[in-house]
């Protein structure tokens, strides 16, 4: 039998959050070790996929859990969880040896403290553990922020190939590879290319656009003989670290295909530069513009500047604010992270009223406006979801449903589904009308709402996410970057195989 370790964590880091993320923030999700790895595996893709892909009978691999942390995203990775990681891994794959392959599930856009790249300190340190002849097959998002040390120190890397992600496609295509790998019938060689160039994420969906051409012409040189993944890397862009910037990796038979290819994808990525950066989505006035002239479609927003899962913190009240003072004539729908409305909500009691401050627009000055909200609902723990980021649940922490006339306000102690989720509000025992206005703390699309007509808006918000990178307190980039620099150029030179 093939031994293979098999070892995940997942943080996206936004650097420009300036909370950092601790324990309680891996071990209110997943914070697992030895056994109880695979005991998760129902409820994170990234492990069915792995687990389904090791277990080809062919493979006659015995699986060994090493550890898995997943964190979500948010602030800088406390040094004390990394450091803690770090040690623990070390140790169990030290006696875990001898291995025949190790399995890592990395995100690839995670920074702690005191290091920007985490993942290429990870790989480093499982690689002096195995040695230099053990194959480490590595999983990351597509967002990762792809870096020479995570190239040296895995065997072959491979990205999610859709947005929305499915992790547990990628992580059974890495697993699948490896086993053949170990049995002979694989031989890998990889290369790379980096891309000076950062853009927000309003064209970051692989259903059609840009990223569409990009993610195609991948996977048309998959098709190829010798090629076995192509890769791009369109990276998460509130990540300010030293060496940020697009990327795509390609593993083929030999050194030399995989070179030309990686190559060609991002001279692809260049030329597209100017449409990856043009700004799709609408100012406020124009999306509350949007609603008033609807006749009944479903309309969800997108709250870009505060978006959950790029690492925002969920408690900017901007939509929020419009959709009170707008008084439509149809039920609207917005999650909140506050913890302390939270616990005022629960302190009053369903029935009672509470003021929810919000900062009005149009009030001015400092002071916010203190609406009343009457406390409709109470509930806490742990909500089942369809397709969120490979989840299939989420820890909300305790929660409250607020209501103002028509607006209901999903309050919850942590990030939770964003409002991305129908089970955000069943669970209070309401339902969801196919006119509904549903504002979602995240910028993608994920499948759990389903109305005919349907009418999507990314609204252009400020805040820790927002699409005007050049507002954010850029330190550590390299500089030039296209998107933040419009004088950057990029001499690629293509070697022919």
Same mark, same amino acid.
Not at 356 to 385: Q, T, W, Y
């Given at each position: 039998? %093939?031994?293979?370790?098999?070892?995940?964590?997942?943080?996206?880091?936004?650097?420009? %959050? +300036?909370?950092?993320?601790?324990?309680?923030?891996?071990?209110?999700?997943?914070?697992?070790?030895?056994?109880?790895?695979?005991?998760?595996?129902? #409820?994170?893709?990234?492990?069915?996929?792995?687990?389904? =892909?090791?277990?080809?009978?062919?493979?006659?691999?015995?699986?060994?859990?090493?550890?898995? @942390?997943?964190?979500?995203?948010?602030?800088?990775? /406390?040094?004390?969880?990394?450091?803690?990681?770090?040690?623990?891994? #070390?140790?169990?794959?030290?006696? $875990?040896?001898?291995? /025949?392959?190790? !399995?890592?599930?990395?995100?690839?856009?995670?920074?702690?403290?005191?290091?920007?790249?985490?993942?290429?300190?990870?790989?480093?340190?499982?690689?002096?553990?195995? =040695?230099?002849?053990?194959?480490?097959?590595?999983?990351?998002?597509?967002?990762?922020?792809?870096?020479?040390?995570?190239?040296?120190? #895995?065997?072959? !890397?491979?990205?999610?190939?859709?947005?929305?992600?499915?992790?547990?496609?990628?992580?059974?295509?890495?697993?699948?590879?490896?086993?053949?790998?170990?049995? =002979?019938? @694989?031989?890998?060689?990889?290369?790379?290319?980096?891309?000076?160039?950062?853009?927000?994420?309003?064209?970051?969906?692989?259903?059609?656009?840009?990223?569409?051409?990009?993610?195609?012409?991948?996977?048309?040189?998959?098709?190829?003989?010798?090629?076995?993944?192509?890769?791009?890397?369109?990276?998460?862009?509130?990540?300010?670290? #030293?060496? *940020?910037?697009?990327?795509?990796?390609?593993?083929?038979?030999?050194?030399?295909?995989?070179?030309?290819?990686?190559?060609?994808?991002?001279?692809?990525?260049?030329?597209?530069?100017?449409?990856?950066?043009? %700004?799709?989505? @609408?100012?406020?006035?124009?999306?509350?513009?949007?609603?008033?002239?609807?006749?009944?479609?479903?309309?969800?927003?997108?709250?870009?500047? /505060?978006?959950?899962?790029?690492?925002?913190?969920?408690?900017?009240?901007?939509?929020?604010?419009?959709?009170?003072?707008?008084?439509?004539?149809?039920?609207?729908?917005?999650?909140?992270?506050?913890?302390?409305?939270?616990?005022? $909500?629960?302190?009053?009691?369903?029935?009672?009223?509470?003021?929810?401050?919000?900062?009005?627009?149009?009030?001015?000055?400092?002071? +916010?406006?203190?609406?009343?909200?009457?406390?409709?609902?109470?509930?806490? =723990?742990?909500?089942?979801?369809?397709?969120?980021?490979?989840?299939?649940?989420?820890?909300?922490?305790?929660?409250?449903?607020?209501?103002?006339?028509?607006?209901?306000?999903?309050?919850?102690?942590?990030?939770?589904?964003?409002?991305?989720?129908?089970?955000?509000?069943?669970?209070?025992?309401?339902?969801?009308?196919?006119?509904?206005?549903?504002?979602?703390?995240?910028?993608? $699309?994920?499948?759990?709402?389903?109305?005919?007509?349907?009418?999507?808006?990314?609204?252009?918000? +400020?805040?820790?996410?927002?699409?005007? !990178?050049?507002?954010?307190?850029?330190?550590?980039?390299?500089?030039?970057?296209?998107? !933040?620099?419009?004088?950057?150029?990029?001499? *690629?030179?293509?070697?022919?195989?």
């Amino acid at each position: 039998m %093939n031994r293979v370790a098999v070892v995940g964590f997942f943080q996206e880091t936004n650097t420009f %959050n +300036p909370h950092l993320a601790i324990e309680r923030d891996f071990s209110a999700r997943a914070l697992l070790w030895g056994e109880d790895v695979f005991e998760a595996r129902g #409820s994170f893709g990234e492990l069915a996929g792995a687990l389904d =892909g090791l277990g080809v009978d062919d493979f006659e691999i015995d699986p060994l859990p090493i550890g898995f @942390l997943w964190g979500a995203v948010g602030g800088r990775i /406390d040094d004390v969880v990394a450091d803690m990681f770090e040690r623990e891994m #070390s140790d169990r794959l030290a006696s $875990a040896s001898p291995l /025949d392959g190790v !399995l890592m599930l990395l995100h690839g856009a995670s920074a702690s403290a005191s290091t920007d790249d985490l993942e290429g300190r990870f790989l480093g340190a499982a690689r002096q553990i195995v =040695g230099s002849d053990v194959p480490i097959g590595l999983a990351l998002d597509h967002h990762a922020n792809l870096t020479q040390a995570m190239v040296d120190n #895995s065997s072959f !890397l491979v990205g999610h190939r859709t947005e929305p992600h499915d992790p547990r496609d990628t992580a059974y295509r890495v697993a699948t590879m490896l086993g053949q790998l170990l049995v =002979g019938k @694989l031989y890998v060689e990889q290369s790379w290319r980096k891309i000076p160039m950062v853009t927000h994420q309003e064209n970051f969906e692989t259903r059609s656009g840009p990223m569409n051409a990009w993610f195609s012409a991948a996977r048309a040189a998959e098709l190829r003989p010798g090629i076995h993944a192509a890769s791009p890397f369109p990276v998460q862009p509130w990540l300010d670290v #030293s060496d *940020l910037g697009w990327a795509v990796a390609v593993v083929a038979d030999s050194f030399d295909q995989a070179d030309w290819v990686a190559g060609e994808l991002a001279l692809e990525a260049w030329n597209l530069r100017e449409q990856f950066s043009a %700004n799709t989505s @609408l100012s406020l006035d124009q999306a509350m513009r949007t609603i008033r002239s609807d006749s009944g479609s479903l309309i969800i927003l997108h709250d870009m500047g /505060d978006s959950l899962y790029a690492g925002s913190t969920g408690g900017s009240t901007l939509l929020l604010e419009r959709l009170v003072e707008e008084r439509f004539s149809r039920k609207c729908f917005v999650p909140l992270v506050a913890s302390p409305i939270v616990e005022q $909500a629960r302190a009053a009691g369903i029935g009672s009223r509470i003021e929810l401050p919000l900062k009005s627009a149009a009030a001015g000055g400092d002071e +916010p406006n203190r609406f009343p909200a009457l406390v409709s609902g109470l509930d806490s =723990g742990i909500i089942k979801v369809k397709g969120l980021v490979g989840q299939t649940s989420v820890d909300e922490g305790s929660t409250a449903l607020l209501r103002i006339d028509d607006v209901f306000v999903h309050v919850t102690e942590l990030a939770g589904a964003a409002g991305a989720d129908p089970n955000a509000y069943t669970r209070y025992g309401l339902e969801i009308p196919n006119d509904a206005v549903l504002v979602q703390k995240i910028a993608a $699309a994920y499948p759990a709402f389903r109305a005919d007509p349907q009418i999507r808006i990314q609204v252009n918000t +400020p805040g820790l996410t927002q699409s005007n !990178l050049s507002e954010l307190k850029w330190l550590r980039a390299p500089r030039p970057l296209y998107g !933040l620099d419009l004088e950057a150029s990029y001499p *690629l030179v293509l070697n022919e195989p």
